[in-house]
């Protein structure tokens, strides 16, 4: 099998103890029925379900005496520039490892495929892709008719960071009947001036809390606060665009 990273990975088995170091890969597992294998998970896995399985720290940089000790025999980890350590250090304990970033949709699905791969549950991983794309489908006809709502994705931050073009969240937000007012940028994600605000029609600010948001920079706009709907792209990830569409367009979905 094949990672984000185009690292060739061969298993002589399906993996049976698995540390997760990506969230959104930690929810897949679980969807795709392999939850018992994973013997590790993030500070940032926070759902109960998950709160029994031990955390070896933050995803970047975890804990690897906490690592060593769990006797994993793969290790998912975040394919990025952002912790290069992570992966040498597990290529110097010998232990295997994948890479997932689930950047858009279609990384999504790769990552799911990847993952049923390492476990041994591809028909799973065919079924809950076919599912995610027929809901997104469904979705997309509901919506095509309905005005465009100028929406914007804040992860945080000051200055606000957004989600820019070529994201799974600017196509969350176009299957969701919005259009995403920062899909002209030049990055993924990243910080923008008040100014760039103020340039732009702004409908709705979509934010994990809006205290984190200054609403004076969008007058007029509504500013809607979802949690962590849209911040771990993993297999309910059409059950957040509906969500989304549902704020954007009300009841008319209904």
């Not at 399985?53 to 690592?67: A, C, K, M, R, W």
């Not at 799911?112 to 995610?132: C, F, R, V, W, Y």
């Given at each position: 099998?094949v990672?984000?990273?185009?690292l060739?990975?061969?298993l002589?088995?399906?993996?049976?103890?698995?540390?997760?170091?990506?969230?959104?890969?930690?929810?897949?597992?679980?969807?795709?029925?392999?939850?018992?294998?994973?013997?590790?998970?993030?500070d940032?896995?926070?759902e109960?379900?998950?709160?029994?399985?031990?955390?070896?720290?933050?995803?970047?940089?975890?804990?690897?005496?906490?690592?060593?000790?769990?006797?994993?025999?793969l290790?998912?980890?975040?394919?990025?520039?952002?912790d290069?350590?992570?992966?040498s250090?597990?290529?110097?304990?010998?232990?295997?490892?994948i890479?997932?970033?689930?950047?858009?949709?279609?990384?999504?699905?790769?990552?799911?495929?990847?993952?049923?791969?390492?476990?041994?549950?591809?028909?799973a991983?065919?079924s809950?892709?076919?599912n995610?794309?027929?809901?997104?489908?469904?979705l997309?006809?509901?919506?095509?008719?309905?005005?465009?709502?100028?929406?914007?994705?804040?992860?945080?931050?000051?200055?606000?960071?957004?989600?820019?073009?070529?994201?799974?969240?600017?196509?969350?937000?176009?299957?969701?009947?919005?259009?995403?007012?920062?899909?002209?940028?030049?990055?993924?994600?990243?910080s923008?001036?008040p100014e760039?605000?103020?340039?732009?029609?702004i409908d709705?600010?979509?934010?994990?809390?809006?205290?984190?948001?200054?609403?004076?920079?969008?007058p007029?706009?509504?500013?809607?606060?979802?949690?962590n709907t849209l911040?771990?792209?993993?297999?309910?990830?059409a059950?957040?665009?509906?969500?989304?569409?549902?704020?954007?367009?009300?009841?008319?979905l209904?």
């Amino acid at each position: 099998m094949v990672d984000a990273t185009g690292l060739e990975v061969t298993l002589e088995e399906p993996a049976r103890r698995i540390i997760s170091l990506v969230p959104s890969a930690t929810q897949t597992l679980r969807a795709l029925g392999a939850i018992h294998t994973v013997v590790g998970r993030t500070d940032f896995d926070l759902e109960n379900w998950v709160l029994d399985i031990p955390s070896v720290g933050g995803g970047l940089e975890p804990n690897f005496e906490d690592i060593i000790a769990l006797e994993p025999d793969l290790v998912v980890r975040f394919a990025g520039d952002q912790d290069p350590q992570t992966k040498s250090r597990l290529d110097e304990l010998g232990i295997p490892q994948i890479a997932v970033r689930p950047d858009r949709l279609t990384d999504l699905y790769s990552s799911i495929i990847l993952l049923g791969k390492a476990t041994g549950t591809e028909p799973a991983a065919d079924s809950i892709i076919s599912n995610i794309k027929n809901d997104l489908a469904d979705l997309q006809r509901w919506t095509s008719g309905k005005p465009k709502i100028h929406t914007v994705y804040i992860l945080g931050g000051s200055p606000p960071w957004v989600a820019g073009p070529d994201t799974y969240i600017d196509e969350i937000l176009v299957l969701a009947g919005g259009r995403n007012v920062f899909s002209d940028l030049g990055f993924l994600y990243g910080s923008v001036s008040p100014e760039q605000f103020r340039v732009r029609k702004i409908d709705v600010v979509l934010i994990s809390d809006r205290s984190q948001f200054n609403p004076r920079l969008t007058p007029g706009a509504r500013i809607e606060e979802i949690g962590n709907t849209l911040d771990f792209p993993g297999p309910n990830i059409a059950e957040a665009a509906r969500h989304v569409a549902t704020i954007l367009h009300g009841d008319l979905l209904r």
